[in-house]
């Protein structure tokens, strides 16, 4: 294991929080910590075998992988999205939004989805080492999840890093429960916002909530926030190559 101690995360953590409102609102509780400090060190253990991520100082796991992960959850709750499950974290790679979510929602239901199994292997791993008992990790791909048993079933969808809106929207859309959410964690998103709007319009997604913030140390991050109102036409989501090749429009 690396040498991360949990002191050393709860350190960190703190600097992170002191320097950000919406961090320091959610209030975690010791043993909320102490499990984000197991998902922390088993991700340093298993980046370099399991191709995870290239962020391995442990400063910038917690500033850009868990306070960009809960930050994003705070503003969903005070936005009124049910976060009471269950949730679904679309191309969740080495387990961000999910590992924290669950950490933070012992009463919710989360699921993450990606197609790479070494990335699913991981995120069981750390569901079992930090007592995940409300997580789950399936490997599959979104567009054939939304056309099985996954269908308009999560009440809240979310992706982080995954692809440009206009794809994320025929994704992840089929997957939300009407009155549910899709929320996108993005950087900057003002022109994809723009060129989703077609697809969110065919999909059943009403005009999105646009909320700015930065994480700790000033880098800009954009929450996107659908409300899917209507059904998603049973003709989407279509095949990923041609989601990819020609988003709606």
């Not at 950000?20 to 980046?47: E, M, Y």
């Not at 998103?189 to 909530?209: C, N, T, V």
């Not at 700790?216 to 003709?235: C, E, F, M, N, S």
Request: hydrophobic share 45%; charged share 25%.
């Amino acid at each position: 294991m690396s040498t991360f101690t949990p002191d050393k995360f709860r350190a960190l953590y703190a600097r992170s929080a002191d320097a950000s409102p919406a961090l320091a609102s959610l209030a975690l509780s010791d043993g909320v910590l102490h499990r984000l400090w197991t998902v922390c060190d088993l991700l340093i253990d298993n980046a370099k075998r399991f191709n995870l991520t290239a962020i391995l100082e442990e400063e910038e796991i917690v500033r850009k992988h868990v306070a960009d992960s809960l930050i994003p959850l705070a503003l969903l709750r005070d936005a009124g999205i049910d976060l009471a499950g269950p949730i679904l974290d679309v191309g969740t790679g080495a387990g961000f939004p999910l590992l924290p979510w669950a950490c933070a929602l012992p009463e919710a239901s989360l699921t993450g989805l990606d197609a790479t199994a070494k990335k699913i292997s991981h995120i069981r791993a750390c569901i079992d080492a930090a007592g995940l008992s409300n997580a789950a990790a399936v490997q599959g791909r979104a567009e054939e999840a939304a056309r099985e048993d996954f269908r308009e079933r999560f009440s809240l969808v979310t992706a982080r890093a995954v692809a440009a809106l206009p794809v994320l929207c025929e994704l992840c859309a089929p997957l939300t429960t009407v009155g549910g959410a899709f929320a996108a964690l993005k950087s900057r998103a003002e022109e994809e916002i723009r060129d989703a709007r077609p697809a969110a319009e065919a999909l059943g997604l009403d005009e999105p909530e646009v909320l700015s913030y930065e994480l700790p140390g000033g880098d800009a991050r954009t929450l996107v926030i659908y409300r899917k109102t209507r059904p998603t036409p049973a003709k989407y989501p279509r095949r990923y190559a041609e989601i990819a090749k020609q988003p709606i429009a």
